[in-house]
């Protein structure tokens, strides 16, 4: 059995929970097959070391140039290296022990010491010289990076210890030292092996020697000496009768374990705990990304690289019983057809791939199915992933939401409106049906009247479960108001525990909620089968006033508190781990711990923004003003663009007396950042407490036209009216409001207000 330490030759000791760990070779001594598939595929090409036959890259030293920065590749004594800036802007050396990825880009890993590797910020474009490639590229094109920049090849955000190694490598175990800030990683594999998928070998391979050994027919891994089985014992297959336009399941699937091996790493998630795979839920490890701003539009499509699973559960494929392996061969990871052969499969030819469905020239590139159902968008600007939800085009929502519409791709000329129209006569003229996205896209917005229809579709069975997580997740910003309570108190008891997790987030940005209200919805969730929603449910309870609890549930809930460190520890060797977990410790009143964990932050990246100016803000409440002081006039100094420092410092200058100076770093702050509201509504409020009311008002109305239902603005606005006796203009506000927050208890108190001034 052969292990490798990333301290290269430091003779390290494999972790316990590797042991179990043979090797894809010897799984090939019986499944020859599966291992000749599997050999050359992208999961065996992962990672590999760096040698003359792995490496595609041209090292025969070669310079790149990239504004005044310049990057040499070049071999010395069969080993291959790199003469780059360093993240202090020295020119220094740096070794490549390992290839990263294949096809269509392959990236270089970098030793830089302490047991860390880094994914260089440039790559060899692997596609034929005809295609465009042979060719060294900047992974983030033209845009210089520079050393300060969170994507630059030195930081945290690039370690392949903390980012990648978990999905490029098999059995991966981070090891991280938080004291040293060093690494002894460890793996029982290179590449993406059997075991990966399928856990560890050595019990099967002792089943295996057994002479007579025994062949299970039920269902029951253990028989076979694995810790759980990929393949299905319903007996169901894909069944299409004569007449039928579409396959179905004979009978329904009974299990998704394959696809929850497949989303460990082919989803957008955050990690949160370190134990290799042994069919364990995706969730007891990982907190998925649902759909979201930046990460999804509004529809569901995918926006930022999202890796499939996301958008694969929203699809008609999934809710049917579609799994991976139906379309893609699992050891290979090739396509089981091509074109629309594969789709065939289940798709009637003479219902499907006609011109009276597809209404393009038979044969051409639109008529391919994947052409309208999974376009794919370029991510490393080479790099084109397809959308998996499958999704049939409705360029009305284009013009709806402003959501990419697939047939624009084609028929730019002509856009959304005119498609819009086309599809409409193929439908005979018939109104397209409603989708979810009209209802997230309110979401994202928090516009007034949201709540209701998100609460309706986090509560639908009929819609995928990411969907209504998803909607779930998004009634935060309507808290307290009876439809968010109530819809999150139901999706909290739903079996699908995306469900639940997407309710308790919305619990996080909850505002305005009694502690007993916000531990009676939370605290039974932390004794949730899956460790996401635990940790999740956990972390919206550190903060609860004392006396909350009864004493013997308050030692409960420690103990659960206690798996969320856990969680972020886990995460201990980024600035995101320890800001959270300074934020935890800020929150349960523990100062030396918070001032740790955001000191350690600033450690490791110096740029982190946010854990200085919480620094800062616990400094100021010990009485440690000038520390806190320093803190924020160094930021601002060194990121005087930075709309967060600059607000820090105006709220700074607010506490010392120092109006001018107020004024102009929170308007600058608001300039800097017009998209945040908070920025203008803190703003208005120092104008108005330095008599300057009128400024005031004209800050509020001004942010109000790009945040039409901000709360905090509108509320701002209402209660300046009152003051001023402009009862009109109050009730105007006031109406908005209402309509937004009727259950707000801060809006009925204004309208108490301005009752009883009109009386």
């Given at each position: 059995m052969t292990f490798v330490a990333l301290l290269f030759g430091a003779g390290r000791v494999p972790a316990a929970d590797t042991l179990g760990f043979v090797g894809s070779t010897q799984c090939g001594g019986c499944h020859a097959d599966a291992l000749a598939a599997w050999r050359g595929s992208h999961h065996d090409l992962a990672m590999q070391n760096a040698t003359d036959s792995t490496v595609l890259g041209d090292f025969n030293n070669v310079t790149v140039r990239q504004g005044d920065a310049a990057t040499r590749f070049f071999r010395r004594e069969g080993g291959f290296f790199i003469e780059t800036k360093d993240a202090e802007g020295r020119l220094a050396e740096f070794e490549v022990p390992f290839t990263f990825g294949v096809t269509p880009l392959q990236q270089y890993l970098v030793d830089v010491g302490d047991g860390a590797l880094q994914t260089f910020g440039w790559a060899w474009d692997s596609r034929p010289k005809?295609?465009?490639?042979?060719?060294?590229?900047?992974?983030?094109?033209?845009?210089?990076?520079?050393?300060?920049?969170?994507?630059?090849?030195?930081?945290?955000?690039?370690?392949?210890?903390?980012?990648?190694?978990?999905?490029?490598?098999?059995?991966?175990?981070?090891?991280?030292?938080?004291?040293?800030?060093?690494?002894?990683?460890?793996?029982?594999?290179?590449?993406?092996?059997?075991?990966?998928?399928?856990?560890?070998?050595?019990?099967?391979?002792?089943?295996?020697?057994?002479?007579?050994?025994?062949?299970?027919?039920?269902?029951?891994?253990?028989?076979?000496?694995?810790?759980?089985?990929?393949?299905?014992?319903?007996?169901?297959?894909?069944?299409?009768?004569?007449?039928?336009?579409?396959?179905?399941?004979?009978?329904?699937?009974?299990?998704?374990?394959?696809?929850?091996?497949?989303?460990?790493?082919?989803?957008?998630?955050?990690?949160?705990?370190?134990?290799?795979?042994?069919?364990?839920?995706?969730?007891?490890?990982?907190?998925?990304?649902?759909?979201?701003?930046?990460?999804?539009?509004?529809?569901?499509?995918?926006?930022?690289?999202?890796?499939?699973?996301?958008?694969?559960?929203?699809?008609?494929?999934?809710?049917?019983?579609?799994?991976?392996?139906?379309?893609?061969?699992?050891?290979?990871?090739?396509?089981?057809?091509?074109?629309?052969?594969?789709?065939?499969?289940?798709?009637?030819?003479?219902?499907?791939?006609?011109?009276?469905?597809?209404?393009?020239?038979?044969?051409?590139?639109?008529?391919?199915?994947?052409?309208?159902?999974?376009?794919?968008?370029?991510?490393?600007?080479?790099?084109?992933?397809?959308?998996?939800?499958?999704?049939?085009?409705?360029?009305?929502?284009?013009?709806?939401?402003?959501?990419?519409?697939?047939?624009?791709?084609?028929?730019?000329?002509?856009?959304?409106?005119?498609?819009?129209?086309?599809?409409?006569?193929?439908?005979?003229?018939?109104?397209?049906?409603?989708?979810?996205?009209?209802?997230?896209?309110?979401?994202?917005?928090?516009?007034?009247?949201?709540?209701?229809?998100?609460?309706?579709?986090?509560?639908?069975?009929?819609?995928?479960?990411?969907?209504?997580?998803?909607?779930?997740?998004?009634?935060?910003?309507?808290?307290?108001?009876?439809?968010?309570?109530?819809?999150?108190?139901?999706?909290?008891?739903?079996?699908?525990?995306?469900?639940?997790?997407?309710?308790?987030?919305?619990?996080?940005?909850?505002r305005g909620i009694p502690g007993a209200v916000r531990a009676q919805l939370a605290l039974p969730q932390t004794y949730d089968e899956v460790r996401a929603v635990r940790v999740t449910a956990a972390r919206q309870l550190a903060g609860l006033p004392a006396g909350t609890l009864a004493p013997d549930r308050q030692a409960e809930l420690e103990a659960h508190l206690q798996e969320f460190v856990a969680s972020e520890r886990y995460r201990a060797d980024h600035y995101l781990g320890q800001f959270n977990l300074g934020n935890f410790f800020a929150e349960r009143g523990d100062s030396a711990a918070a001032e740790r964990a955001y000191r350690e932050a600033l450690a490791l990246s110096g740029d982190s923004v946010p854990a200085a100016v919480n620094l800062a803000e616990l400094l100021r409440r010990q009485g440690r003003d000038e520390e806190a002081g320093e803190l924020l006039r160094d930021g601002v100094n060194r990121f005087p663009d930075n709309a967060e420092l600059q607000h820090a410092i105006g709220l700074q200058s607010v506490r010392s007396g120092d109006q001018a100076g107020a004024v102009q770093s929170l308007e600058r702050a608001m300039m800097l950042r017009p998209e945040e509201p908070r920025y203008a509504y803190v703003l208005g409020i120092a104008l108005n407490s330095y008599g300057r009311a009128a400024d005031a008002v004209e800050v509020f109305r001004n942010a109000l036209v790009l945040h039409a239902n901000d709360r905090d603005l509108l509320i701002g606005l209402a209660s300046l009216y009152l003051e001023a006796g402009n009862a009109e203009a109050a009730r105007g506000v006031l109406k908005r409001l209402l309509r937004l927050r009727p259950d707000d208890a801060q809006v009925r108190a204004l309208e108490q207000a301005l009752d009883g001034g009109g009386q």
């Open positions: 005809g295609g465009g490639g042979q060719r060294w590229m900047a992974v983030y094109g033209d845009e210089f990076i520079s050393p300060s920049d969170e994507r630059h090849w030195t930081h945290r955000g690039q370690t392949w210890n903390y980012m990648c190694a978990d999905c490029h490598s098999t059995a991966f175990r981070k090891s991280y030292d938080e004291g040293a800030r060093r690494y002894a990683s460890v793996w029982a594999e290179l590449d993406v092996g059997c075991e990966a998928c399928h856990g560890p070998g050595a019990a099967h391979v002792a089943w295996a020697e057994q002479k007579d050994a025994p062949r299970p027919t039920a269902k029951g891994a253990e028989k076979l000496g694995l810790t759980h089985r990929l393949a299905d014992f319903d007996g169901g297959r894909w069944i299409r009768e004569p007449g039928d336009r579409i396959a179905h399941r004979s009978v329904a699937r009974s299990s998704h374990a394959e696809i929850n091996a497949c989303a460990r790493c082919h989803s957008r998630r955050t990690q949160i705990n370190e134990a290799v795979f042994r069919g364990q839920e995706l969730l007891d490890d990982y907190i998925p990304a649902l759909l979201e701003p930046g990460l999804y539009h509004s529809d569901g499509q995918i926006d930022e690289e999202v890796y499939v699973w996301g958008s694969f559960l929203q699809s008609r494929m999934y809710q049917a019983g579609v799994t991976c392996s139906d379309c893609h061969d699992a050891h290979s990871g090739r396509l089981r057809a091509e074109g629309n052969t594969l789709c065939a499969g289940c798709h009637a030819v003479e219902a499907y791939d006609v011109p009276a469905h597809h209404h393009h020239a038979p044969g051409s590139a639109a008529a391919a199915c994947v052409a309208c159902h999974m376009p794919s968008r370029n991510y490393m600007q080479v790099d084109a992933r397809r959308d998996h939800s499958m999704r049939v085009p409705r360029p009305d929502l284009s013009q709806m939401l402003g959501v990419p519409d697939v047939c624009s791709g084609c028929h730019a000329d002509q856009g959304a409106a005119w498609a819009a129209a086309a599809i409409g006569r193929w439908r005979g003229g018939a109104a397209p049906p409603p989708h979810y996205g009209e209802i997230l896209a309110r979401g994202f917005l928090a516009e007034p009247g949201g709540e209701q229809a998100l609460a309706a579709l986090a509560a639908d069975h009929t819609q995928p479960g990411i969907v209504r997580a998803s909607a779930a997740r998004l009634l935060g910003p309507y808290f307290p108001g009876q439809y968010a309570l109530e819809a999150t108190s139901r999706a909290l008891a739903e079996q699908d525990p995306l469900i639940r997790l997407g309710a308790l987030q919305a619990l996080g940005d909850a």
